[in-house]
């Protein structure tokens, strides 16, 4: 098996797909709380962007800890696997229509797109600096 990292354009291209992510955020007393997410990904500004409710669990730790998160994206495929990890740090930001209209472009079809537009789940956002982020592909 070989290894490699991907390349920023490949990464790019990778971070593009409608794939669901891994979130974990430090949850005090227990484990990390993780949970799956779709992220939009800004390559000019090497941030990461994923949508929650005000009121999710994820917010609440992030509102009251340090911000502080990792982000995980992988597939396989065969005897392929690439993956993108991510540690960095979050704002809670509410939720603003560029990001809620990219997300619905990548991962919805497209006659499922009006009717969640008009009455999106999540009201919040959290806006992801990455300190640190690791790619490889084995296969």
Do not use: C
């Not at 005090?28 to 409710?53: A, E, Y």
């Amino acid at each position: 098996m070989d290894y490699r990292t991907m390349d920023d354009d490949e990464a790019a291209e990778f971070l593009a797909q409608p794939l669901v992510a891994v979130l974990a955020i430090d949850d005090p007393g227990w484990s990390p709380h993780v949970t799956p997410v779709w992220f939009h990904h800004l390559p000019d500004g090497n941030r990461f962007q994923v949508m929650t409710p005000a009121k999710s669990k994820k917010a609440r730790l992030q509102r009251t800890g340090t911000g502080e998160l990792s982000l995980s994206v992988q597939t396989a495929d065969g005897a392929t696997a690439k993956y993108l990890n991510m540690q960095g740090s979050a704002r809670l930001l509410p939720l603003s229509k560029e990001l809620l209209n990219a997300m619905v472009e990548k991962y919805l079809p497209e006659e499922f797109r009006e009717a969640y537009l008009a009455d999106p789940p999540e009201d919040s956002m959290f806006d992801i600096t990455p300190r640190r982020i690791t790619t490889g592909v084995i296969g």
